[in-house]
Structures are given as C-alpha cells and as structure tokens.
C-alpha cells in the first residue's frame, strides 16, 4: 500500500487506532519532502508499534513523525 508515496509537498495529520493494519509498505516513501510539509502520525496504546513500523518506511528526506498518543 503506497498510499502517500511521492505526495512531495503534503502537510497533514493522520491518526492510526489499529494495529492490525498488515500493508503498510512505501507508505511514506518520498512523502513530505519540500519543505516545510510535514506528516504527523498520531497513535494510539495498541498502535504505537505498528506505527513505528509505518513511519520506518519513510524515504531519508522525508519529513513524517510520530505525533501523540490519542484515544
């Protein structure tokens, strides 16, 4: 799932709430490289793996972090 592969100039914040998402991979791959967009990645208790794992998929010059943890 690409789902924000080469979306170069998006700024957004997306929550994840479900751990059991299984295709997550290229999802930020070349995503959120012109400055100063940004992808922030809210996270839930049971997600915050999982998250991690997406977040890891990010190209090196893409801007996507971990946000906060929501309910």
Do not use: H, R, W
């Not at 700024?11 to 791959?29: G, R």
């Not at 995503?31 to 990010?58: G, H």
């Not at 190209?59 to 971990?66: G, Q, T």
């Amino acid at each position: 799932m690409m789902m924000f592969y080469q979306c170069n100039n998006l700024t957004t914040t997306i929550n994840i709430k479900s751990n059991k998402i299984e295709n997550y991979t290229s999802m930020f791959d070349y995503s959120s490289i012109i400055s100063p967009a940004k992808i922030t990645v809210n996270y839930t208790v049971q997600s915050s793996s999982i998250v991690d794992s997406m977040i890891a998929t990010k190209s090196a010059s893409s801007n996507v972090v971990k946000g906060i943890q929501v309910e």
